[in-house]
Every structure is written in C-alpha cells, then in structure tokens.
Nanobody
Framework: VQLQASGGGLVQAGGSLRLSCAASGRTFSSYAMGWFRQAPGKEREFVAAISWSGGTTRYTDSVKGRFTISRDNAKNTMYLQMNSLKPEDTAVYYC????????????WGHGTLVTVSS
C-alpha cells in the first residue's frame, strides 16, 4: 500500500487541523492504519492507530481527548482530527499501515508538517 499524507500547515495554539492520508491499492480496508510524528531534534513517536474496521482506536497519552483518528474505507482515506493544538504538537506527521494494530508502523508514507505557534 502506498500512502500520502496531507493537511498540515501553520496554526495558532488552541486551533485545529485535520490531516488526511490517501492510500492506494484495493486492500486498504484490510490494513490497520496509524499516525506517527517527529518533532525537530526528537525521535519519531507513535500518535494514534485504528483497526481495519475502525472499531478499535489507540492514542498516545499526550493527545488523548484532543485528537481523533478515523477512516473511510470506501474512500481509501484515513484522517486525524487535531483540536486544542499545542506548540509541542509541532512535528512532521506520517501516516502508516500494517497488517494489525501491533504492526501498524510497517509501511510509511511521506510526512506533512504541522507547526503550532504560541
């Protein structure tokens, strides 16, 4: 599966953005999907994941209650709705895919930059 993230940009603290991840291939609906991010000077970290059906989601603690991951299998697209953004959310965000939630970081697309100003 090939992945392309979009929707990044510059936003003020407290604002919102929605990232999208378009996937190619007819097997999109069989993959678990995820988002990772990498802030300047830091290692990549897990942000959120969603099962193939959308019925199970998982988030890192720092984004719980602020970010929502979702997917539309009919459109081969995954989303990350980000609300109440903080400067520490500034990073390049990557969408990923894998056979299940435990291996959601197997395939990576190009990232999209999110910058949150204070």
């Amino acid at each position: 599966v090939q992945l392309q993230a979009s929707g990044g940009g510059l936003v003020q603290a407290g604002g919102s953005l929605r990232l999208s991840c378009a996937a190619s291939g007819r097997t999109f609906s069989s993959y678990a999907m995820g988002w990772f991010r990498q802030a300047p000077g830091k290692e990549r970290e897990f942000v959120a994941a969603i099962s193939w059906s959308g019925g199970t989601t998982r988030y890192t603690d720092s984004v719980k209650g602020r970010f929502t991951i979702s997917r539309d299998n009919a459109k081969n697209t995954m989303y990350l709705q980000m609300n109440s953004l903080k400067p520490e959310d500034t990073a390049v965000y990557y969408c990923t895919a894998g056979p299940n939630m435990a291996t959601v970081g197997r395939s990576w697309g190009h990232g999209t930059l999110v910058t949150v100003s204070s």
